[in-house]
Nanobody, 127 residues
């Protein structure tokens, strides 16, 4: 069982930055394609960014493209989401998710592809 733990959330001013981290207890993330999702109050969960096992392939939602960057450091068993130029609409609980993948270059957009989820970390942006 993969246990994902997110950290790095908190309060930031509009225009500011935060970096979220996701680590796994008891498992290596090398075999997993990873995603960051978020759920704002009253809205459905949405994909923010996804990254392949190797880290060589990434994709970002249009709403965060150019502001957020997903990356991974497999030697540290950690996936990151660097969030810059934060906006009030980025306020949400952000979740890390993992999907076991046989292919190094694959990433997934659909939440149903991800079997393992963290508890989430709150991101709040003030104006």
């Amino acid at each position: 069982q993969v246990q994902l733990v997110e950290s790095g959330g908190g309060l930031a001013q509009a225009g500011g930055s935060l970096r979220l981290s996701c680590t796994a207890a008891g498992s290596t993330l090398y075999s997993y394609t990873m995603g960051w999702f978020r759920q704002a109050p009253g809205k459905e969960r949405e994909l923010v960014a996804a990254i392949s096992r190797s880290g060589g392939d990434t994709s970002h939602a249009g709403s965060v493209a150019g502001r957020f960057q997903i990356s991974r450091y497999n030697a540290k068993n950690t996936v990151y989401l660097q969030m810059n130029s934060l906006k009030p609409e980025d306020l949400a609980v952000h979740y890390c998710a993992a999907s076991h993948s046989p292919n190094k270059g694959t990433y997934y957009w659909d939440a149903k592809e991800y079997a393992h989820w963290g508890q989430g970390t709150q991101v709040t942006v003030s104006t």
